[in-house]
């Protein structure tokens, strides 16, 4: 199974701070790549797909970059909705469905 | 409204069985290969299942033979029976919806998820 490395586990930012977050694939997935962002007690939202392809309605301050195995979402100005946990997945396979372990975007 | 919703969580001893059910409404069901994805408290994200339109089910090893996902396209449902469950298994039990996108998957809708918790 492809694993999925997300780095940091926890980062402390400020409003207007750019915050960016890392994903690695265990092998190449090519830009079948997901990023999600998941609020306490919600269910997770699609921000990105394709690696780079913003999902409808999401804000342009989150963006996507990255192919193979090396991936990044950045938010560009950090406002304070975006406080929440962020996870990666990859779109690769399709008999298997894999995400990261997650990162949390905390208040400073 | 597009919306998922589930429902069936809720307390089982170890070994028991529980059926959870997600109901789609605001879109053509019967178009998406759906999925259940579960969360245990304070972890990650876990793929459980999936099934495609024309009801061919997929399973990761950690729930083959013991969980079985099955829709019925007339009534715009989803389900999952879960049997032999395991402490391992407790979990809030979210249904997604699957969209095909620049060649992956991706799951584009969520319900707000149902807590199954396995405990004696």
């Known amino acids: 199974d492809i694993q999925m490395t997300q780095s940091p586990s926890s980062v402390s930012a400020s409003v207007g701070d750019r915050v960016t977050i890392t994903c690695r694939a265990s092998?190449?997935?090519?830009?079948?790549l997901a990023w999600y962002q998941q609020k306490p007690g919600k269910a997770p939202k699609l921000l990105i797909y394709?690696?780079?392809s913003l999902q409808s309605g999401v804000p342009s301050r989150f963006s996507g970059s990255g192919s193979g195995t090396d991936f990044t979402l950045t938010i560009s100005s950090l406002q304070p909705e975006d406080f929440a946990t962020y996870y990666c997945q990859q779109a690769n396979s399709f008999l298997t469905w894999t995400f990261g372990q997650g990162t949390k975007v905390e208040i400073k | 409204e597009v919306q998922l919703v589930e429902s069936g969580g809720g307390l089982v001893q170890p070994g028991g069985s529980l059926r959870l059910s997600c109901a789609a409404s605001?879109?053509?069901?019967?178009?998406?290969?759906m999925h259940w994805v579960r969360q245990a408290t304070g972890k990650g994200l876990e793929w459980v299942s999936a099934?495609?339109?024309?009801?061919?089910?997929y399973y990761p090893g950690s729930v083959k033979g013991r969980f079985t996902i099955s829709r019925e396209n007339a009534k715009n449902s989803l389900y999952l029976q879960m049997n032999s469950l395991r402490a391992g298994d407790t979990a809030v039990y979210y249904c997604a919806r699957v969209s095909y996108r620049s060649g992956g998957w991706y799951f584009d809708l969520w319900g707000r998820g149902t807590l199954v918790t396995v405990s004696s």
């Open positions: 394709a690696a780079s």
């Open positions: 605001g879109f053509t069901f019967s178009s998406y290969d």
């Open positions: 092998q190449g997935i090519s830009s079948w």
């Open positions: 099934i495609g339109t024309a009801g061919d089910p």
